[in-house]
């Protein structure tokens, strides 16, 4: 069920953010949501792939080469799927950064009480 809530979260987040920022739109709400669940998706097949192969580079930049890598990630989920649009690397590295604090944000709010 927490894991609904926060998919949900994530959503209107992404939406919300896509508001704001001029580089990176949505076409409707449920584009929004389509986008979290693939980003979901990409984060748990792709992105460790791409940071085991990247290890030197993360390692000379110390660690802000996964920067790079997130934006990679949106690029990726825009080029994957309809509805959502980004119009370079710096707005999707602008983008994925917002968005990684407001999803710890919400990990700290709905995030397992243990």
């Given amino acids: 069920m927490k894991l609904i809530i926060r998919l949900l979260l994530m959503g209107l987040a992404a939406w919300g953010i896509s ?3 001029p580089g990176v739109r949505f076409e409707d709400p449920a584009s929004a949501f389509i986008f979290v669940i693939v980003f979901a998706i990409l984060n748990a097949i792709v992105k460790p792939i791409l940071i085991i192969l ?10 802000l ?11 990726l989920a825009d080029w ?8 370079g690397l710096l707005w999707a590295l602008v983008f994925s950064i917002i968005l990684s604090i407001v999803n710890y944000i919400i990990e700290k709010i709905v995030g397992d009480k243990k």
């Fill in 54 to 63: 990247t290890i030197p580079i993360t390692i000379l930049t110390l660690g």
């Fill in 65 to 75: 080469f996964l920067l790079v890598i997130n934006a990679i990630m949106v690029l």
């Fill in 80 to 87: 994957l799927m309809d509805g959502f649009a980004v119009d």
């Fill in 19 to 21: 508001r704001l920022i």
